[in-house]
């Protein structure tokens, strides 16, 4: 929200721009572009963007830290996903909850691969792969060494990506103030010129 707070304000002040180069200097050239660029940044900021999945990797990361505890508590993996069920909601929920059911009447690996799918993430699939050798071989220490070694790999990533996305983002947001003070900076500097303008005749 301060964002784009941000870029409607810069807006505007490139509309105030233009308006004042028009009704002062008498520059329609320039009061059209200051005008019009300001006017294309506050309409932009009214478009609403295109909603993202209701299911992401972090929701994933989030949902399998409760199994994860479940398992390490000595419970098998379908009473893991059972419990880890009773902690999930939305779209989420709706996910793991065909899972459970499809495990009751299909034993091979593709409900699992299914659950993985909307993620659209290798480690994702990889560790939903695990998660049916726990099913068919038991929780055992070499297995459950596998499960939590790919998914700390995974938080990791995705960590890592937040960060960078962060830092991105503040790169932006630095280089939009950027752009605002040199137009601020420009403005005076044609208001001072026009004031010396007048003075000097």
Same mark, same amino acid.
Request: aromatic share 12%; hydrophobic share 50%.
């Given at each position: ?21 028009y009704f002062w200097k008498k520059n ?49 993996? *379908?009473?893991?996903? +059972? !419990?880890? %069920?009773?902690?999930?909601? @939305?779209? #989420?929920?709706?996910? &793991? ?72 983002? *503040?790169?932006?947001? +630095? !280089?939009? %103030?950027?752009?605002?003070? @040199?137009? #601020?900076?420009?403005? &005076?500097?044609?208001?001072i010129m026009g004031m010396i303008g007048?003075?000097?005749?």
């Amino acid at each position: 929200m301060l964002v784009k707070w941000l870029e409607r304000s810069a807006g505007l002040l490139l509309i105030i721009v233009g308006a004042i180069l028009y009704f002062w200097k008498k520059n329609l050239t320039l009061a059209l572009i200051f005008a019009g660029v300001g006017f294309t940044i506050v309409v932009i900021t009214f478009i609403p963007q295109k909603q993202k999945s209701n299911i992401t990797l972090a929701d994933f990361i989030n949902v399998f830290t409760h199994f994860r505890v479940a398992l390490d508590n000595n419970l098998n993996v *379908y009473r893991a996903l +059972n !419990i880890t %069920l009773t902690t999930t909601s @939305g779209a #989420m929920s709706a996910l &793991l909850e065909s899972l459970i059911n499809a495990l009751e009447n299909d034993h091979s690996v593709t409900p699992f691969i299914n659950f993985s799918l909307p993620f659209k993430h290798p480690l994702v699939s990889q560790i939903m792969i695990n998660v049916y050798m726990l099913v068919n071989h038991g929780v055992d220490p070499k297995r459950l060494w596998q499960f939590n070694y790919l998914f700390e790999t995974l938080v990791k990533e995705h960590n890592d990506e937040e960060i960078a996305l962060h830092e991105s983002s *503040y790169e932006r947001f +630095n !280089i939009s %103030l950027f752009i605002g003070t @040199g137009i #601020m900076i420009m403005t &005076l500097m044609i208001s001072i010129m026009g004031m010396i303008g007048e003075y000097i005749v």
